[in-house]
């Protein structure tokens, strides 16, 4: 069973930049597709930016589009998002998930890291 920890987490102030991380244990991210979802309070949890278990296709929200990328380092078994020019709206918790290959669901969650963007 594959388990994840979000870390990177904090408070920036907007156009500020942070990196978060997602360590798994329990089986290896390159076997899986790994994406990034968020919870803004009062809201839904939506979808943010996804990876393909070979690293190679790459797919965004559109309000993140050119400001956050995806990456995954197979040797440390981490999924990064690198979140530049933060916005007060991309407030939330972040979620790193995974799913099986061809699978249609995320069936493993991380618990979550609190991104806090100030104006």
């Known amino acids: 069973q594959v388990q994840l920890v979000e870390s990177g987490g904090g408070l920036v102030q907007a156009g500020g930049s942070l990196r978060l991380s997602c360590a798994a244990s329990?089986?290896?991210?390159?076997?899986?597709?790994t994406g990034w979802f968020r919870q803004a309070p009062g809201k839904e949890r939506e979808f943010v930016a996804y990876?393909?278990?070979?690293?190679?296709?790459?797919n965004y929200t559109d309000s993140v589009k050119g400001r956050f990328t995806i990456s995954r380092d197979d040797a440390k078994n981490t999924l990064y998002l690198q979140m530049n020019s933060l916005k007060p709206e991309d407030t939330a918790v972040y979620y790193c998930?995974?799913?099986?290959?061809?699978?249609?669901?995320?069936?493993?969650w991380g618990q979550g890291t609190q991104v806090t963007v100030s104006s």
């Open positions: 998930a995974v799913r099986s290959l061809g699978g249609r669901e995320y069936g493993y």
């Open positions: 990876v393909s278990w070979t690293g190679v296709s790459t």
């Open positions: 329990g089986g290896s991210l390159d076997d899986y597709e």
